[in-house]
Each structure stands twice: as C-alpha cells, then as structure tokens.
RNA sequence: GCCGAAGUGGCGGAAUUGGCAGACGCACUUGACUCAAAAUCAAGCGGUCUCUGACUGUGCCGGUUCGAGUCCGGCCUUCGGCACCA
C-alpha cells in the first residue's frame, strides 16, 4: 500500500478538533476524499500474504439498489480486516457494460448505448465511493471498453484454434421480445431469463462453445469447491446432468438403418416392446415415406412440433404417440418391436430415441396402458414372481431377471454392466455416458456486445480476424429500430470487408457475444488490467487466480459461475493459468426484502442506498446491512432497525469524545486496576476474541456487531459506575480496540476517531489487535446447579475447582441441601466452571 | 414428484463441541433529565399461575441421554432449485 506511513493530517485540516456532534454528512466525504488523494487502496503486489476478495460486478442499470450496497458491504469489511490481519488484498470493482438494456435505452431515448453505459458507470462508482468501499480503482474494467473486448475477441479465437468454438444450425432457443436467441442455461421456466417472455425454438446457424466437452471436468472438479455452498455445488451437478447407462443400436426390419438408443437401463433390455423417436428425429420422414401412415405420422409431428417447449416438459402435457408402421429388432433376442412417434421424446437428450420398457417405468408403463402396447416383466422379486397382466405400476425395484435368456436369476444392479459387455462383444452396443448439458449458444443478434471476430470468405471460408486487426470495433453510425433485426447486419460498411487471408470480398459475422463470456474472464484482467499484448500475464495472474473468497448472488448459481468455471479450465489447458478453478470461496448472499417482499417499484417498498446516507451515512446503512441477518439469508429492511444502528454510532462516538482528552495524555500517573477495570478490560478482550472468530472464520458479521455492542455497552457501565475516576490506561485500551475493530464496518467513523484517539496514521493501516489471553481470565464463575436436570440455584465459586470440590461445595449449598434432603443420590455430573447436575431418585 | 435449506418472544435474530434458551438490536413499559417535548442516560420486557416461588416453552409426535433448540425415527409447514432426462 503506497499511502502507508504516510502521516496525514499536517498537510492538512484531518486531526482538527472535532464537532461535539457525529456528522456523517461532513467526515464521510472529508474522509473519502483523503482516500482518493492517496490513492490509498491501491493494490500492494509486493506483500507475501496474498488475498483476493471479489464481489460480482454489476450491470451499469442506472443506479445501485440495496442487493449491491450488500455485496459491497459485505466484500469491505473481508477486504479492511484482511489488510488489518496482514494480507496484501486484491479488492477491485469494474463493469459488466455490455447488454440489452442500453440498446433498448437507445431505441427509447435516441442515446447511443455507450453515452448511456458510460454516464451509468459514472453515476453508480460515485455512489460506490460514497459508501466507501475501498476499491483499487486503478484496476477498473469495463467490458464494452474496447481495451477490455479486444481481448474477449482474442479469447474468442483461442477457442476457435482449439476447436471449442463452432457454428452449427440446430434448433435454438429464441426470445421474440429480445430480438436474440439465447443459451439453455438463460431459458427459466420456458421464459427469457432477461424479459420472460415465453421462447421458441428456432432453427440457426449459430455459434457454439463446446463447453460439453469440459463437462466430466466440470462436474468431477466441483469436488475441489469445498468452499461453495453445497446448493450451488448439487445445481451445478444437476444441470451437468450425468448418466451412465448403455447406447444400443436397433436395426430397422427391412433396411440397413438401425436406430441408436440410450438408456440408462440396459438390465430391462429383454423387456423392450416398442421404440419411441422424438418428432424432430430424421429417421422419422424417411421412415414413413410413401406409406399409409405417412399423413398420420406427419400431421402428428406438425402438432407436436407447434407446442411450446415449456408445453412440451411439463408433466401436466398428456403423452402421445402414432404407430410410423414400421418395425425395428431388438439385437438380443430379435424381435421385432414396433416403432412408433412420441411428443414426449426429447430430441436434445441421448439420440432423441427411447425403447419402451413398459414393466420397469412408470412412464412407459402408462403409455404402454394407453396404446394397449405388449408389457413383458424381465425383473422380478426374488420371492414373488410378477405377472405383466397384474401389474397396477410398473416394477422399479430391484429384483433378479427373468425372460432374459443368458441372464436369467441374476440381480439386476449386476446385470447392467455384464449385458453391456454382451453388447459390445456382438457389436450391438457400448457402455455411453449421456449429459443433460449441452453446447453453449454464444451468438447474439444485438449491437451492444463484443462482436464475434470472424470472417466469411468465398474462397477461404470461415476465416478468424487475425490479432493483429483486434479489436474488430463497433460502428458508432448505427441506427436503432424498434424490434429490428441488428443495427450491425444493416450497417454496409461494417457488413463488407476483406478476407485477412486471401485479400478479396468478404463478409464479417455480424453477431456479437454473448454477455457472459465478457464475464468469464474478467477477474484475471484485474490482475493485470493494464496490459495490451495479452488478456492478462500468467505470472501476474498466478498471483491472485483463484480468488480467495467471491461474492455474489445466488441467480448466477448456474449461468456466471459455471462459465468461469470452463473459462478458467480452458485458461488452463492454454497454459495462461496454473488456477484450475476460478473462485476458491464463494458466498451467495440473501436477497434484500422489505415487508417481507422482494423490493420494486410497483410494490412501492424500494429503499435506496443514496437516502440512507444522506439521513445517516454511508457507515450506518453498511453496519445496519450486516448487522441485520447472516449475509447468506434474506434481509429484511427495517427503518427502525437502521435507526437503531445510528444511535450505536453516536453512542460510540459520544464515548470517545468524552475521553479522548483523559486518554491521550495517559502517562506515569496511571492507577491500580481495580475490580471493575478489569471487569470492562475483560469485556474487551472477549469481545475482540470473539469478532476476530466470526470475521475470519464463519462470516458471521451480524454476531461480531452485537459483540462490538457488547463491549460498548459494558464501556457505558463502567463510565456510570466511575465517571470521571476511570483507569486512563485501560479507558485507552478499551477505546482504541472499539475504533480499531469497528473500522472495517464503518470505515470513515473509525477514521475520524482515531484521529481523535490522538493518532496520526489511518486506522486502516494499523494492525488488527490481538486479545490478551490474561485478560479473559476470571478468579470467579458463576456454576448452575441442576437436580434431575432443572436448573435449582446458582452459586457463584472460585474458578478452577475440580469436580470433587465442585461437589462438595455444591451439596453444602443450603437451597440444594433442602432439596435433596429425603432423596437418593443416584449420580452426580458435572462441568467444571459450568454446571453440576444431582441426579436423585 | 425429486433434491436442498429452514421453522426459536410482538419483530430481526443469537445460542460455534449435547450443558443457564432468547445474546445483540428493534418495538413496548417505567424512571431520571426537561416548563414540556425530542435527544440522551438508567431499569424492565417469552407465557401461565396460588408471583421472594413454581410450572411451562425452540413447528408436531415419539425416542436416546443425568441433561436435547442441538442427536435419532416419523410427520407438518414455508422457501428455493430441478422436473417426461430415457
């Protein structure tokens, strides 16, 4: 830190005396000012201890609402104690710039969507600034700055030379509101994730990360996320969506086709009565062709392909099949099954085929019941032998098998494996794992992203920008239309270039990315922010990456976290990162409520974080924030409660003013402690002990708070009980601990009180204080005496007994005396200091 | 339906390893200061009763234990996530 040492109020007006009253309006901007001329959070690089805390970086929408001043709150107090605790800390902030909401703003208001972005970004870092998060802010990124997406381009072609990016058509997902398609991943409940409007599919050729080919890492690796929530963890396992099973080819009766299958089942394989493909399967047409049952099958697919796909996975959609009147054979035991057409079959998932088992799933069970398919039981229980005609469900059980030739009274869960080997010796099949994660869509029809950095030539083909022409920059001559297709596709002069390759006519992609990748990557840029030869130097990189401890929301649960993740392995394997892992901790922090309800406009409960501090400062709503609920769990504003957290400070402030004097002169004079000394010394230091615990090891700042509270109120005591005759030493101690542990929470009062404490450095500079195990130290404890378990009276007894004396001093006591008096001792437990327990009878 | 988290005063929440349930804050009540109010300081504050004491109490039912908010079994409710995944 390059401010340290520095002596700061010489220069200056800082230590002048202070006002009687606590004013946040006139220290907070005194003492962010002194920040910024300081350039006091600059990032220390040299320091052994490293440490890097990270919030998310926010949308510029505008203006911060309480959910940020939460995160910002919360990553604050991390970064200043962790400075205090000795650590050199990466604490940066930047801006997730790109995105549709500036390119609507521009259709709206005729504002290009950079003015738009970048008079945001000003207007929400002065905010940031005004809570007075100590962000270094030389590192600032903004991903719609061409310096930034130059390098997401560069990115972009990495992927492309290690064939992780690639254009196919297949059917997308489209949202008709945003005028764009948009990955799985950003489709909730069949709705947009941006606008909710409902999706359809849509058939593009589009591009693609392979980010399935990093899904076993992906999935395998979360186990090295110990420091994540475990929800996040088993959404990430669910979405990767894993299974193991068998892909069986079924040959079509009459052709050299077959048709491949997965299953996850391959123990039932006997029981297969029918085959089911999905509407969208090609198999479907060439299979009904000139039939009789060509019209049928055809105006079934039309129907089903019309439906929605929030209809089509809905449990409530009725299953519906059409016979296509052709047969395929089941390769062990060569009967012929017929196949037919389902809506339910999804073609995305394994090869957009099922075999109907209808004995060993419920959902075949039911089909099969409807069409009036045959149902053969191949698993049975080891004592009960199951008829297909009896059957009121299907048998999911374990159980041996049956009808099944070979395998015949062996358990099923053993079978899997043995069939799957069958299979392969006879070349119908091999063992395949199938994932419910699929490629990630990354292009995006819209202005306001970083455009994808490539060239379509009619000789070369598909042709990357070469680095040397990065960044293939936005036009700013665009003009914006209400639902139009994007500005850059009608833009000639952006549209026409030449091909890098050959030198003739050529034609530039004109999608842009997907805004996620810009946050893919971001927080290795930070590292070396500056730097325009690459995206970020390795070993400055290595020097941070992973990041020690994230924050964030927990709607990027999916989306932003399991993007870095494959960023970072792709990083990886480049070789530009040793981190295999982007973010070692993460904390998702609870949503911010008010009467019990998300806060919005039109339930009229929005507080912003502007008006709490201009009623009562940056330092009050921070401390309020966290004081009110664990960081992890919802909040709910409280005006009250925010009240509450004001009166602390002036409580705190108005014990230091008292003081200040007294204490700053402590010299020779210095008195015994007496009893009461120690007493409020004591109350000290385990409050001290205890914050220091919450802080660094369970994050608990609303306990740490209530501790710091304690210990204020214990100092109030005190100064009733002595007045004006208090110990000037231990007043010191007590009052210089109270400043130096509040700083992380509200940094600029703890500034202004140190200065008042007589002291010439930031406090923010000082070393995190370290409790006296002496002091903790009681000559008495009170010890709770229980019979049969009910608490019966309490006696207060030098400390340290052992249980014998404990005892004996227990059992003289008169109350107890009496009531174990015409009562059997049975037994006699005890704690030593705590508790003693008289069992009787 | 499946998976996960949670359920404690009037409210937000605490109790970290099975050992005094309700820390801390809010609200409320009372006292001091004041002509008065605000601010501030101090005291009280789960419920019930026969009130210097006892009983009862952490969603419900049961269990383990000298002792359970905490551990075990079975439910109920709320909130998140996933959901024809073959």
Same mark, same amino acid.
């Given at each position: 830190?390059?401010?340290?040492?520095?002596?700061?109020?010489?220069?200056?007006? &800082?230590?002048?005396?202070?006002?009687?009253?606590?004013?946040?309006?006139?220290?907070?901007?005194?003492?962010?000012?002194?920040?910024?001329?300081?350039? *006091?959070?600059?990032?220390?690089?040299?320091?052994?201890?490293?440490?890097?805390?990270?919030?998310?970086?926010?949308?510029? !929408?505008?203006?911060?609402?309480?959910?940020?001043?939460?995160?910002?709150?919360?990553?604050?107090?991390?970064?200043?104690?962790?400075?205090?605790?000795?650590?050199? #800390?990466?604490?940066? &902030?930047?801006?997730?710039?790109?995105?549709?909401?500036?390119?609507?703003?521009?259709?709206?208001?005729?504002?290009?969507?950079?003015?738009?972005?970048?008079?945001?970004?000003?207007?929400?870092?002065?905010?940031?600034?005004?809570?007075?998060?100590?962000?270094?802010?030389?590192?600032?990124?903004?991903? +719609?700055?061409?310096?930034?997406?130059?390098?997401?381009?560069?990115?972009?072609?990495?992927?492309?030379?290690?064939?992780?990016?690639?254009?196919?058509?297949?059917?997308?997902?489209?949202?008709?509101?945003?005028?764009?398609?948009?990955?799985?991943?950003?489709?909730?409940?069949?709705?947009?994730?941006?606008?909710?409007?409902?999706?359809?599919?849509?058939?593009?050729?589009?591009?693609?990360?392979?980010?399935?080919?990093?899904?076993?890492?992906?999935?395998?690796?979360?186990?090295?996320?110990?420091?994540?929530? @475990?929800?996040?963890?088993?959404?990430?396992?669910?979405?990767?969506?894993?299974?193991?099973?068998?892909?069986?080819?079924?040959?079509?009766?009459?052709?050299?086709?077959?048709?491949?299958?997965? =299953?996850?089942?391959?123990?039932?394989?006997?029981?297969?009565?029918?085959?089911?493909?999905?509407?969208?399967?090609?198999?479907?047409?060439?299979?009904?062709?000139? =039939?009789?049952?060509?019209?049928?099958?055809?105006?079934?697919?039309?129907?089903?392909?019309?439906?929605?796909?929030?209809?089509?996975?809905? =449990?409530?959609?009725?299953?519906?099949? #059409?016979? /296509?009147?052709?047969?395929?054979?089941?390769?062990?035991?060569?009967?012929?099954?017929?196949?037919?057409?389902?809506?339910?079959?999804?073609?995305?998932?394994?090869?957009?085929?099922?075999?109907?088992?209808?004995?060993?799933?419920?959902?075949?069970?039911?089909?099969?019941?409807?069409?009036?398919?045959?149902? $053969? #039981?191949?698993?049975?229980?080891?004592?009960?032998?199951?008829?297909?005609?009896?059957?009121?469900?299907?048998?999911?059980?374990?159980?041996?098998?049956?009808?099944?030739?070979?395998?015949?009274?062996?358990?099923?869960?053993?079978?899997?494996?043995?069939?799957?080997?069958?299979?392969?010796?006879?070349?119908?099949?091999?063992?395949?794992?199938?994932?419910?994660?699929?490629?990630?869509?990354?292009?995006?029809? $819209?202005?306001?992203?970083?455009?994808?950095?490539?060239?379509? +030539?009619?000789?070369?083909?598909?042709?990357?920008?070469?680095?040397?022409?990065?960044?293939?920059?936005?036009?700013?001559?665009?003009? *914006?239309? @209400?639902?139009?297709?994007?500005?850059?596709?009608?833009?000639?002069?952006?549209?026409?270039?030449?091909?890098?390759?050959?030198?003739?006519?050529?034609?530039?992609? /004109?999608?842009? &990315?997907?805004?996620?990748?810009?946050?893919?990557?971001?927080?290795?840029?930070?590292?070396?922010?500056?730097?325009?030869?690459?995206?970020?130097?390795?070993?400055?990189?290595?020097?941070?990456?992973?990041?020690?401890?994230?924050?964030?929301?927990?709607?990027?649960?999916?989306?932003?976290?399991?993007?870095?993740?494959?960023?970072?392995?792709?990083?990886?394997?480049?070789?530009?990162?040793?981190?295999?892992?982007?973010?070692?901790?993460?904390?998702?922090?609870?949503?911010?409520?008010?009467?019990?309800?998300?806060? !919005?406009?039109?339930?009229?409960?929005?507080?912003?974080?502007?008006?709490?501090?201009?009623?009562?400062?940056?330092?009050?709503?921070?401390?309020?924030?966290?004081?009110?609920?664990?960081?992890?769990?919802?909040?709910?504003? !409280?005006?009250?409660?925010?009240?509450?957290?004001?009166? *602390?400070?002036?409580?705190?402030?108005?014990?230091?003013?008292?003081?200040?004097?007294?204490? !700053?002169?402590?010299?020779?004079?210095?008195?015994?402690?007496?009893?009461?000394?120690?007493?409020?010394?004591?109350?000290?230091?385990?409050?001290?002990?205890?914050? /220091?615990?919450?802080?660094?090891?369970?994050?608990?700042?609303?306990?740490?708070?209530?501790?710091? &509270?304690?210990?204020?109120?214990?100092?109030?005591?005190?100064?009733?009980?002595?007045?004006?005759?208090?110990?000037?030493?231990?007043?010191?101690?007590?009052?210089?601990?109270?400043?130096?542990?509040?700083?992380?929470?509200?940094?600029?009062?703890? @500034?202004?009180?140190?200065?008042?404490?007589?002291?010439?450095?930031?406090?923010?500079?000082?070393?995190?204080?370290?409790?006296?195990?002496?002091?903790?130290?009681?000559? @008495?404890?009170?010890?709770?005496?229980?019979?049969?378990?009910?608490?019966?009276?309490?006696?207060?007894?030098?400390?340290?007994?052992?249980?014998?004396?404990?005892?004996?001093?227990?059992?003289?006591?008169?109350?107890?005396? %009496?009531?174990?008096?015409?009562? %059997?001792?049975?037994?006699?437990?005890?704690?030593?200091?705590?508790?003693?327990?008289?069992?009787?009878?």
């Amino acid at each position: 830190m390059q401010a340290c040492g520095q002596v700061f109020f010489k220069d200056s007006s &800082m230590g002048g005396r202070m006002v009687a009253e606590y004013n946040p309006r006139e220290i907070e901007p005194k003492w962010q000012k002194f920040w910024e001329e300081h350039n *006091f959070n600059r990032t220390d690089e040299e320091g052994q201890k490293k440490y890097y805390v990270l919030e998310m970086f926010p949308y510029p !929408s505008g203006r911060l609402h309480m959910g940020h001043m939460r995160v910002y709150s919360i990553g604050d107090v991390l970064a200043r104690f962790l400075r205090m605790r000795g650590f050199s #800390v990466l604490h940066p &902030m930047g801006w997730d710039a790109f995105g549709l909401p500036a390119e609507n703003a521009a259709i709206e208001r005729q504002v290009h969507p950079a003015q738009w972005t970048y008079a945001n970004i000003e207007a929400m870092r002065k905010q940031q600034k005004a809570l007075g998060i100590s962000y270094d802010w030389e590192r600032e990124v903004a991903t +719609c700055a061409p310096d930034y997406y130059k390098w997401t381009q560069w990115l972009f072609i990495l992927f492309y030379n290690r064939g992780l990016a690639y254009k196919k058509k297949a059917a997308v997902n489209w949202c008709p509101h945003c005028n764009t398609v948009l990955a799985n991943e950003q489709v909730e409940d069949g709705g947009c994730w941006r606008c909710s409007s409902e999706v359809v599919v849509k058939d593009l050729e589009q591009w693609f990360f392979r980010i399935t080919d990093y899904a076993e890492r992906l999935l395998d690796d979360l186990k090295l996320l110990s420091g994540w929530p @475990e929800r996040v963890r088993t959404m990430q396992e669910n979405w990767i969506g894993k299974s193991e099973g068998a892909q069986i080819r079924f040959p079509i009766k009459g052709s050299e086709r077959h048709i491949p299958v997965f =299953t996850t089942r391959p123990d039932t394989l006997y029981g297969v009565t029918y085959m089911v493909l999905a509407a969208e399967h090609p198999l479907v047409d060439e299979l009904t062709l000139g =039939t009789p049952q060509e019209v049928t099958v055809h105006a079934f697919v039309a129907k089903t392909r019309k439906l929605t796909d929030v209809a089509r996975s809905s =449990t409530e959609m009725i299953k519906e099949g #059409v016979f /296509t009147g052709a047969y395929c054979i089941n390769p062990v035991n060569g009967e012929e099954v017929p196949i037919l057409v389902g809506n339910y079959v999804l073609l995305g998932y394994g090869t957009g085929a099922v075999m109907g088992v209808p004995a060993h799933d419920q959902r075949d069970f039911e089909f099969a019941r409807k069409y009036d398919l045959p149902m $053969r #039981v191949v698993i049975s229980p080891r004592d009960n032998y199951l008829q297909a005609e009896d059957l009121t469900e299907a048998f999911v059980d374990e159980g041996v098998l049956v009808h099944s030739s070979l395998f015949d009274g062996k358990p099923n869960v053993a079978v899997k494996k043995e069939i799957t080997e069958y299979l392969v010796e006879n070349n119908w099949g091999e063992a395949k794992i199938t994932y419910r994660l699929r490629d990630w869509l990354i292009s995006r029809q $819209r202005y306001w992203g970083a455009p994808i950095p490539m060239v379509y +030539c009619d000789h070369c083909g598909t042709v990357p920008v070469p680095e040397e022409q990065l960044p293939v920059l936005l036009p700013e001559d665009v003009v *914006f239309k @209400e639902g139009g297709k994007s500005p850059l596709a009608d833009h000639p002069a952006y549209l026409h270039t030449t091909c890098p390759a050959c030198g003739g006519d050529a034609r530039r992609e /004109t999608d842009t &990315m997907d805004t996620f990748i810009d946050s893919s990557w971001y927080y290795f840029r930070y590292t070396d922010s500056q730097n325009d030869t690459l995206p970020f130097a390795k070993e400055k990189s290595d020097a941070w990456v992973p990041v020690d401890q994230y924050i964030g929301g927990i709607e990027h649960a999916i989306l932003h976290l399991l993007y870095s993740r494959f960023f970072t392995k792709v990083l990886h394997d480049a070789g530009f990162t040793s981190a295999v892992e982007p973010f070692t901790r993460l904390l998702a922090q609870g949503m911010v409520n008010k009467d019990g309800a998300k806060m !919005s406009k039109s339930k009229g409960n929005v507080v912003s974080p502007d008006e709490i501090i201009e009623k009562y400062g940056a330092d009050t709503g921070r401390l309020f924030i966290l004081f009110a609920a664990p960081p992890e769990k919802g909040l709910d504003w !409280s005006d009250r409660g925010v009240e509450g957290c004001y009166r *602390f400070l002036k409580r705190v402030w108005r014990l230091v003013d008292r003081y200040a004097d007294a204490v !700053s002169h402590v010299g020779s004079e210095r008195s015994t402690a007496d009893e009461s000394d120690l007493t409020l010394r004591r109350a000290m230091h385990t409050a001290l002990k205890k914050v /220091t615990d919450d802080i660094e090891e369970r994050f608990n700042f609303n306990t740490a708070i209530s501790s710091v &509270m304690e210990a204020v109120n214990a100092a109030y005591s005190y100064m009733n009980e002595k007045e004006d005759n208090i110990h000037p030493g231990i007043m010191a101690e007590i009052l210089e601990m109270v400043v130096l542990i509040l700083a992380p929470f509200a940094p600029h009062l703890g @500034e202004e009180m140190w200065v008042r404490l007589g002291h010439s450095e930031s406090v923010h500079l000082q070393d995190w204080p370290t409790y006296d195990p002496a002091a903790l130290v009681v000559s @008495e404890v009170e010890v709770v005496v229980q019979v049969n378990g009910k608490v019966r009276s309490r006696l207060t007894l030098p400390a340290g007994l052992n249980a014998e004396a404990m005892q004996q001093l227990v059992v003289s006591d008169e109350r107890i005396t %009496q009531l174990v008096a015409d009562k %059997q001792v049975i037994k006699v437990v005890t704690i030593p200091d705590k508790l003693v327990n008289i069992v009787v009878r």
